[in-house]
């Protein structure tokens, strides 16, 4: 360990800009000195600066310069800071407050330091340019410039394809691809190498010499590597032909380790293409770039290449996309005429789709061949996700598109700036800042969306309206259940994310928020605050959810209009809408559709661009949702149903389950309304009834999620819950949480009538086990069910071997898995590696495997609490919390070593494997590479009720040294071998050692030579 220099030594380096900010040690890098030092320097330079009146905080950006990994190159990162008071802005800038500063609105209170307010109010925006800027005259003015240089651009492809296909030995290649990556083509319009990788091999594909020079190329440059785009060559030639072509080049044994890798690598393609396979085309189309009809075409092909190993689980080798260049839209559609036979009816129909498509999006008349006067002027200006926008869109008569411009800014002052003042028609519902707005008297509000708080406040005037509602209504044993539960409902709303184990992911989950009841809590007095309700929540779950799964169970309106308000709102906030967030209906749901049938309401719901479960399965696998209906529930059988969800990494049986067991709370109380009568809701709680015991039948052991809106006891005269399955459910503002042994219900979610909606959340492991369904004992596999069982646990595999058979051993839940070879010696496999066993009868091991088990899990099991406890502190604070061998990630760059032989904790930031800065204690790794996860610390730490802080623990091992600068990397080697006893975690025995008197024993006949 070397102690970290002076910081007087950093400063002359960065006063002269011999250093950059990254050289510097952590500790460092926001000293004050250090900073000044750094614009003395010119690394550290000063973009804009000012006050946000939105959000009341003082701003700055900065552009910092960095060195690459490398350290031969200048690169610049940007970094924005904040200060909610002036004197410590004032203080952080040295006093240079008027340099590209923008202070609109301040009124720079409680300072004494020594400034000039006339000069720092003068400016008004930090641009130079408004709308006026972007009207329909400049922006075509703009265009015809564009088509210009779009013009000159297809010339300079063309110039370049030539001298590509001139290329007749690996020199001249070799010269004409540096040139290339000099120009302009690839430095400004980043016109890819491999675009002209591909019009070299198809100017002459019958030309070998050709492809004698491309692969003597290929293996100049990258040697036993066989990468993309050289994959796709196997499309195109005989994979004899490739396979000795890359041979011929080696000249001496491949010793490297690297080497073996790569050249088994290309070994697996030549077989996969010489078995007859065909790889998987994901994408034929035809395009047009880079613009339109003054550009070129191209016929693009997208291939996932598969090896033998992948085929049944699809996962791929890699993508490859093969370009052809077309100088006109004819000659690719001749092309198409006479080359595409090959292609499947299916394939084909598709390309004529897009091909039919390009033709007239070609043929539409341009921007240029309107007249201003023909087209419809559309300006949109709105606040989302902390930014203004203004969008600017001209259709033509028959509302196509003909011209678009947009623009995004950060701060008030460049929005207003740049609409002159003009916010007519702007929605601003959720810009809750504008009531810091101190004059409004130069502004145009006119029709602008502002909730009446603000336009009370603020002396805007709006339309008054009177909002009623006539599908709200309460349940008096829904509000006395809400009475009753509310010291709960206060009490347990951080306990299911406290509850239970931490590993995995999140689901987000809440239910009852019933809209109608938040808008009249609100006390509206327009239009626009009903829409300020609907978005306030939707923006909530949004930014709650942080991209997890969301399970939305039911009564969140009544009112059709409303749901579909939310609904589209939701939409245009959450990008694949139908993957991240899961729907069921409620009973409030059904009431605006009296004589409907069921089936008919739940198909107008299904009209909605959103994931509705109803009565029915969804299941994910490999990323996608897919639905398993009531009927095929129904008519599979058990094995059937096992197998369609063998890879499903998450299963949700959902619907709304109805009271058909409930005596008082049930339809005769009125609870759809004239929709469903006590009989039809018997009927529907039994149909729901059937599927769930079906579900329970055929998969007993995998972790179903049953989202109902009524809780259990309601739908089933024989409450038992599965301790595998996880119960969301709502209805009865009862609120309601159970995390243990025998069952996990999560109904304490339940919004209600008074309550604001937040999301809860509970962990899940989305994975799977593939043998699940395998009793206890020993079964041969083949490398795909192995690959399949390592993916189901998350974990990554690369297993080449083909001189043998895979052994599973299952017992007590745990597997093992050996390896044997053709003269029956047998080899424990740990993922892709095998080690050698001393013995050769498979029984031995199926024997002592549960008694070996126990013996390691006893010591294990201490060391294991430990780290996940600082895991679940880790994540408490804002951190990821991964546990990975013997280290908890706080986040990518920040790190602690969890010492196996003594318990200690190591804090420390890692740039590389080598190089490391240890921290005395982790407050002090917090405090300096992790503010905001120290700011939530410091706010745990001090709870009263908090008796013990594992983040604080190595307060008591503090080093006088402070931080120190460590090379060493023999923590990752304890940290590997810690993995393998984690596999343990996942069920997974992957070593062996004997055991003799009770006592494990390493022998050295058990710890063969490691075979990769």
């Known amino acids: 360990m070397n102690n970290i220099r002076d910081k007087k030594y950093y400063i002359e380096l960065l006063e002269k800009h011999q250093i950059y900010h990254n050289d510097l040690p952590v500790e460092y890098q926001e000293d004050n000195e250090v900073i000044v030092a750094e614009r003395i320097g010119g690394g550290r330079i000063l973009l804009s600066a000012g006050f946000d009146i939105i959000t009341q905080v003082y701003f700055v950006s900065e552009r910092l310069s960095l060195s690459n990994i490398s350290g031969d190159k200048e690169i610049y990162r940007d970094i924005n800071k904040t200060f909610e008071g002036f004197d410590e802005y004032f203080d ?15 009124d720079f209170s409680g300072t004494k330091k020594k400034i000039n307010r006339k000069v720092l109010l003068e400016r008004q925006s930090l641009i130079n340019y408004t709308i006026s800027d972007h009207d329909y005259k400049h922006l075509s003015v703009d265009i015809a410039a564009k088509k210009s240089v779009q013009s000159n651009l297809k010339e300079d492809v063309k110039v370049w394809i030539n001298k590509f296909v001139a290329c007749d030995t690996v020199d001249k290649l070799e010269k004409v691809i540096d040139d290339y990556e000099k120009s302009f083509l690839y430095k400004e319009e980043r016109m890819e190498l491999d675009f002209f990788f591909w019009q070299y091999v198809f100017y002459d594909l019958n030309n070998s010499d050709r492809l004698k020079v491309l692969m003597s190329y290929r293996w100049k440059k990258h040697g036993y590597y066989f990468g993309n785009p050289y994959k796709g060559l196997f499309l195109l030639f005989d994979p004899t032909i490739i396979n000795n072509l890359y041979y011929c080049e080696i000249k001496e044994p491949v010793s490297d380790k690297t080497d073996r890798m790569y050249k088994k690598r290309f070994d697996n393609l030549v077989e996969f293409f010489l078995s007859g396979e065909k790889p998987y085309v994901s994408f034929r189309y035809p395009s047009s770039f880079p613009f339109r009809n003054q550009g070129f075409f191209s016929d693009v092909i997208e291939c996932r290449l598969f090896s033998p190993k992948s085929q049944s ?24 005429d006479n080359e595409h036979q090959d292609m499947s009816s299916a394939e084909r129909e598709k390309y004529d789709v897009r091909l039919n498509n390009l033709c007239e999006e070609v043929k539409k008349r341009d921007v240029s061949d309107y007249k201003e006067a023909e087209l419809t002027h559309i300006v949109k200006k709105y606040y989302i996700n902390g930014r203004f926008c203004v969008e600017q869109i001209w259709k033509d008569p028959d509302g196509n598109t003909v011209l678009s411009h947009s623009e995004q800014f950060r701060y008030f002052f460049d929005f207003i700036a740049y609409l002159s003042n003009d916010l007519s028609g702007a929605d601003l519902l959720l810009c809750e800042g504008l009531s810091n707005l101190r004059d409004v008297s130069a502004l145009n509000f006119r029709g602008a969306m502002i909730n009446s708080n603000i336009c009370d406040s603020l002396g805007i005037n709006y339309e008054k309206k009177d909002i009623t509602f006539n599908n709200i209504e309460s349940f008096e044993i829904t509000k006395k259940n809400e009475e009753q539960a509310e010291l709960i409902f206060q009490d347990i709303s951080g306990l299911s994310t406290l509850a239970g184990n931490t590993d995995g992911r999140m689901i987000n989950y809440i239910t009852d928020i019933h809209l109608l009841h938040q808008i009249m809590n609100y006390k509206p007095k327009s239009s626009n605050d009903v829409r300020y309700v609907i978005r306030s929540i939707v923006d909530t779950i949004i930014n709650e959810s942080q991209n997890n799964l969301v399970l939305i169970g039911g009564d969140l309106s009544s009112d059709f209009v409303i749901f579909d308000e939310f609904i589209s709102y939701l939409n245009r906030r959450c990008n694949s809408l139908k993957d991240k967030m899961v729907f069921i209906l409620g009973n409030h749901e059904l009431w605006p ?16 661009p959103i994931t509705l479960v109803h009565n029915e399965i969804i299941y994910k696998t490999h990323g996608v949702f897919e639905y398993l209906k009531e009927d095929e529930i129904i008519n599979l059988s058990c094995n059937e149903i096992q197998d369609r969800l063998r890879c499903a990494t998450i299963i949700i049986l959902g619907g709304i389950g109805f009271c058909g067991c409930e005596t008082i709370c049930n339809a005769n109380m009125g609870l759809y309304r004239d929709v469903i009568n006590r009989d039809e809701e018997i009927k529907q709680s039994e149909r729901f009834l059937r599927l769930y015991n079906k579900v329970l039948q055929a998969l007993p052991n995998r972790k179903v999620i049953v989202l109902t809106h009524m809780p259990m006891e309601s739908w089933n005269d024989n409450v038992s819950f599965n301790p595998n399955y996880i119960y969301v459910s709502g209805h009865t503002h009862g609120n309601y949480f159970r995390n243990d042994n025998e069952a996990h219900i999560y109904a304490d979610n339940q919004v209600g009538y008074s309550h604001k909606p937040h999301l809860k959340w509970f962990s899940f492991e989305y994975c799977y086990d593939y043998f699940d369904t395998y009793n206890d004992g020993i079964y041969e596999i083949t490398a795909d069910e192995y690959y399949s069982f390592y993916r189901g646990r998350n974990i990554s595999l690369t297993f080449n071997r083909k001189d043998g058979s895979i052994i599973m051993l299952k017992k007590y839940g745990y597997y093992c898995f050996l390896y044997k070879k053709a003269n029956d010696r047998l080899f424990i496999l740990y993922g892709g590696v095998i080690k050698g066993l001393a013995n050769s009868d498979v029984n031995y091991y199926f024997d002592k495997m549960d008694y070996l088990i126990d013996k390691i899990n006893a010591p294990f099991r201490k060391y294991e609490k430990l780290q996940k406890s600082i895991s679940k502190e880790i994540q408490l604070i804002g951190g990821k919390g991964t ?22 904790l190591t804090p420390y930031a890692a740039l590389k494997i080598n190089k490391k800065f240890v921290y005395p204690s982790i407050e002090s790794l917090l405090e300096n590479n992790c503010p905001q996860m120290y700011k939530k610390y410091l706010t745990i730490n001090s709870d009263e009720n908090i008796t013990e802080n594992l983040l604080s623990m190595s307060k008591n091992q503090k080093d006088r040294r402070g931080i120190v600068y460590d090379a060493d990397t023999r923590i990752y080697c304890a940290s590997r071998g810690m993995n393998k006893l984690q596999r343990l975690n996942s069920n997974i025995l992957t070593f062996w050692v004997d055991i003799e008197d009770g006592e494990i024993v390493a022998k050295e006949k058990n710890i063969a030579t490691n075979e990769q």
Do not use: M, W
């Open 92 to 106: 952080y800038l040295g006093g240079n407050i008027y340099d590209n500063a923008c202070y609109y609105q301040c």
């Open 593 to 608: 559709f009296p004589g409907n049938s069921l089936n008919k309401i739940v198909d107008r719901y299904r009209s909605f």
């Open 883 to 904: 546990v990975h061998g013997c280290i908890v990630d706080v986040d990518y760059f920040n790190h602690i070593y969890v010492n196996p032989s003594d318990l200690s």
């Open 313 to 336: 689980s699809k996962t791929h080798d890699g993508f490859i996309i093969l370009y052809r260049f077309f100088e006109s839209l004819d000659d690719l559609i001749a092309f198409h």
